[in-house]
Every structure is written in structure tokens, then in C-alpha cells.
């Protein structure tokens, strides 16, 4: 079938269109955020196909993906008609400023739209008060990047955008306790206005940053409030053990042996300290971390639960 969405969190998308369908990627000139087309950093297949507005409106289209309220109207406007949709909803209440009242109070602000609205994760189901809509949960599924942990660099990884500017929702006051421990690498965005003693930051590709996150001992996951990082998913099928806050659907994710969660971020210090004294228990629980993560966080079962949505909804 043929699916409209927009290219909007570039990770789950990637996995999104390895699956059998027809993807239809708006693009605009200037390649803003409601027309950045295919993306420039991550492999996607050539059934992803970038399209104008104008050729939207002669594209058959099966069903639509919205990831963000005005995207309905951008559909009406571009399309001229109704289409099927379903409602992605990638974020925890309270992250991205969407919804109205207090977590857990936030109501969605598609609960009365009359679509069905898909969760990546159970505890944002619960915590999203969605009203009458209908609601389902997808978990994340994971393009397989194999297992290429070596842990050769003695330093803990972490991968957050602009920790800056989000501060506490990503535990930014938490990486110099951590970094006193273990030595941190941070990656992402707008991390070079980070000024922590121990810390270094990059900012790569993805391709690079999966190279880089197999290279060191640990992944530090210092999230309090947010989504499932797909950054944490991708580390443990690297074979990378993981120390997280256990917070959000952490614990859903990272089972016993395969990393170490707590609230306490002195443990999470201790931990990823251990590792890095331990290369043999580092590589043990990375395994154990991969394997998990392959268990829960496939690729196949993921498309396949997407397939049976998207067969019900577009009929």
C-alpha cells in the first residue's frame, strides 16, 4: 500500500520503511521540518519516495501517518480529501510542550479526533490520558546493526541532543557525577556547549556514532523523563551494556544481567565504573544486552504489527 508520513524522528522511520510498502515522503524547496523528503544520514530503501505537495494530490494514498497535530490539516490541505490515518505518538506527556494539563493529567491532543493512536511504549500509553480514542501499542523495532562491541575505549558513552538546553529532562546535571566516575563521551547535537570536566562530546552520523558507541566500554542512559531512547536500543543490539536510569519504560527494556538500572545515580557512577574495570563483565552483559534487545526489539515483529494496523485502518 501506499503511506504518507512525514519525516519526522529520522530513526524510527528508518526502520519504518524496511518494510513491503510504498513510502510517500513530502518534500518542500526549502526542506523545512513539514518537507524534509528522504534522509541525508541513514540508509533508507528507494520504495521511500519523496513527493511535492502538488504530486500528493494526484498520489494514491492508502493511509497517512501523523506524527504531529497540524498534520492533519497539511493532509486536507495538500490532498483535497480524506484518507484514512493513524496517529503516531512518539513522546511521553510533558516533552515536546503537546497536550494541556499536568503529567498525569495530559490530555492528547488527538483524543477526540476519531483516530486510532499508536504508542511506542506501554508506560506512555498510561501516562497520556487519550480519552475515547482507540490505543494501541507498537513497541520499537531495530534495523540489526550486528554485534560490534570491542569496548576497546576505556570511556562511557552517551547519546543526548541539545543536553543544554533540556537540562534536567535528560540528566545534564547528573553527567558530572558520572563523568567523576567514568570518563564520558557524549554525542549528539549541540553537545559541544557542554563544559564538564571529564567529559568529551562529538556529534556524528549515525553510521559513525554506532562505530563509536561499539567502541566504548559502557552506555550511560541518564534520561529522567522521556520516550524510550532508540539511542539505548541501538547500543544493547551493538552489544553494549547498558547503566540507565530506571525510569519511564527503562525497565521494561534493560533485563537483569544485561546492564544496570536504579534511581540512585551514585550506583549508576559505581556501575559504569565496574565496567570499565571489568572489560570480561562489560562484554558479558553486552551480550546479554544484545540478545535482549533482539528478543523484544526485532525488526520483524515490529513491521508485523505495523502491517496488521495498517491493513485494519486502511480496509
Known amino acids: 500500500m501506499n503511506i504518507l508520513l512525514w519525516h519526522v524522528h529520522g530513526s524510527w522511520t528508518t526502520a519504518f520503511v524496511h518494510g513491503t510498502h510504498r513510502y510517500l515522503l513530502p518534500v518542500t524547496p526549502d526542506r523545512g521540518p513539514d518537507g524534509l523528503g528522504r534522509a541525508r544520514t541513514w540508509d533508507w530503501p528507494q520504495s521511500a519516495v519523496e ?118 529532562w535528560t540528566g545534564t546535571d547528573l553527567l558530572p557525577q558520572l563523568a567523576a566516575a567514568a570518563p564520558l563521551d557524549v554525542f549528539g547535537m549541540r553537545t559541544d556547549r557542554l563544559q564538564i570536566t571529564g567529559v568529551r562530546t562529538f556529534d556524528l552520523p ?32 551493538l552489544g553494549v551494556p547498558v547503566v540507565a536510569l530506571a525510569t519511564t519504560e527503562v525497565y521494561r527494556a534493560v533485563p537483569p544481567g544485561a546492564g544496570v538500572i536504579s534511581t540512585d545515580p551514585a550506583e549508576l557512577a559505581a556501575a559504569a565504573r565496574r565496567y570499565l574495570d571489568d572489560p570480561d563483565l562489560a562484554a558479558a552483559h553486552g551480550a546479554a544486552a544484545r540478545q535482549a534487545a533482539l528478543d523484544r526489539y526485532g525488526l520483524k515483529r515490529f513491521l508485523d504489527e505495523w502491517d496488521a494496523l495498517l491493513e485494519e485502518v486502511a480496509g
Do not use: K
Request: net charge negative; hydrophobic share 40%.
Open 51 to 168: 513527493l511535492t505537495p502538488d504530486q500528493l494530490r494526484a498520489a494514491q494514498v492508502d493511509v497517512v501517518i501523523l506524527q504531529r497535530p497540524h498534520e492533519a490539516a497539511l493532509v486536507t490541505e495538500w490532498l483535497g480529501r480524506d484518507v484514512p490515518a493513524i496517529y503516531l505518538e512518539h513522546n511521553a506527556p510533558g516533552t515536546d510542550g503537546a497536550g494541556t494539563g499536568g503529567v498525569p493529567e495530559t490530555r492528547h491532543p488527538m483524543a477526540d479526533a476519531g483516530v486510532p493512536i499508536v504508542h511506542v511504549t506501554h508506560f506512555n500509553r498510561l501516562f497520556w490520558d487519550s480519552g475515547p480514542a482507540r490505543t494501541v501499542v507498537i513497541e520499537h523495532g531495530i534495523p540489526d546493526p550486528g554485534h560490534r562491541y570491542t569496548g576497546e575505549i576505556e570511556r562511557a558513552a552517551v547519546v543526548v541532543n541539545d543536553p543544554v538546553r533540556r537540562g534536567r
Open 206 to 237: 549515525q553510521a559513525g556514532l554506532h562505530e563509536a558507541l561499539a567502541a566504548r566500554r559502557c552506555y550511560v542512559h541518564p534520561i529522567r523523563w522521556t520516550s524510550l531512547g532508540l539511542s539505548l536500543l541501538e547500543a544493547m543490539h
